[in-house]
């Protein structure tokens, strides 16, 4: 899997846009970049993924640049329950019989009032 | 439709004793993969099951092993316990194997 590089901490206040970035310059042409987050001490929770277009979903919005070298996560209003470690995560391509996650160190993201 | 949901949520053991932890996966999912969080290593991938089968195993001794029912639900065991066995036991989900893995609460194990 190609590996990523996020910054290890950010910080936003309640009520701005929170955007992670992500680095993930050897990534190969059909794999997917995928993003969780862990809020401490529980199950990391799946926030969203893409090959090459930008995505949305109710949870935020996923910019993939057109290189596919890197990425970024945006939450439009953040809030204190978005304060969390945030993982973004290349996994191996569909076809490749490899389906496990590879986690990092992620992005402590800490929302303030 | 319920999450997975994992079993017990907290455990303590001592060492030499061994643990089963259980997770029960979504709904109609049939693809389980179990992995650990430790402070010093993050989160590790252990194995993942599909159709009773072992597909993957991360980098972790014997001692570790695990198994998938007809239903889709999957236990895992490690025997021996070691005090660096001590973690967060993370299992996930996921309709087939390359689709989007949904983890659980997980099974916090403390060994002594």
């Known amino acids: 899997d190609a590996k990523t590089t996020q910054p290890t901490s950010m910080d936003c206040a309640e009520g701005r846009a929170a955007n992670l970035p992500c680095n993930h310059s050897?990534?190969?042409?059909?794999?997917?970049v995928y993003w969780y987050r862990q809020i401490h001490s529980q199950g990391p929770q799946y926030i969203i993924h893409g090959l090459k277009n930008n995505e949305t979903n109710e949870m935020a919005s996923l910019i993939i640049t057109e290189d596919r070298k890197s990425s970024t996560l945006i939450l439009p209003h953040a809030t204190l329950r978005d304060t969390a470690v945030y993982y973004c995560?290349?996994?191996?391509?569909?076809?490749?019989?490899?389906?496990?996650?590879?986690f990092g160190k992620g992005t402590m993201l800490l929302v303030s009032p | 439709k319920a999450g997975v949901t994992q079993t017990p949520r907290y455990l303590i053991k001592t060492r030499g004793q061994q643990v089963t932890l259980s997770c029960s996966p979504i709904?109609?999912?049939?693809?389980v993969s179990w992995y650990q969080q430790t402070p010093g290593q993050g989160l590790q991938f252990l194995f993942e099951?599909?159709?009773?089968?072992?597909?993957n195993k991360g980098n972790f001794p014997g001692r570790f092993s695990g198994r998938q029912f007809s239903n889709s639900r999957s236990e895992m065991n490690v025997s021996t316990l070691e005090l660096g066995d001590s973690a967060l036991y993370l299992c996930?989900?996921?309709?087939?194997?390359?689709?989007?893995?949904?983890f659980g609460p997980g099974t916090r194990l403390l060994v002594l």
């Open positions: 050897t990534i190969s042409g059909n794999e997917y």
């Open positions: 099951y599909f159709s009773e089968t072992q597909r």
């Open positions: 996930a989900s996921s309709f087939d194997r390359q689709e989007t893995q949904y």
């Open positions: 995560i290349v996994r191996a391509a569909p076809n490749s019989g490899y389906s496990t996650l590879t």
């Open positions: 709904s109609g999912h049939r693809s």
